[in-house]
């Protein structure tokens, strides 16, 4: 009656807008992006997002420096 349906992922791959990633893993077995597990279910009532889905993904490559943010520092010249 109301159209409230859960977000399914059809072979773990992501869809784009209706997830957040909360965490990611590495697997070699496994490509970049696969999500690993579903942290929290997203629903969508017809063509309208209600809640992504939280998803905890693969990510085997990780960046060699970290992202340093400088937010919030002063900087004086």
């Not at 807008?17 to 696969?34: I, N």
């Not at 420096?65 to 400088?70: C, L, N, T």
């Amino acid at each position: 009656q109301f159209e409230i349906t859960k977000i399914t992922f059809p072979d773990n791959r992501l869809i784009s807008g209706l997830y957040k990633v909360v965490g990611t893993e590495p697997d070699a077995d496994k490509p970049d992006d696969t999500i690993l597990s579903i942290v929290k279910n997203g629903y969508t009532h017809g063509a309208e997002l209600i809640r992504e889905a939280e998803v905890i993904v693969v990510k085997n490559h990780q960046d060699d420096q970290p992202i340093i943010s400088d937010a919030g520092l002063n900087h004086s010249i």
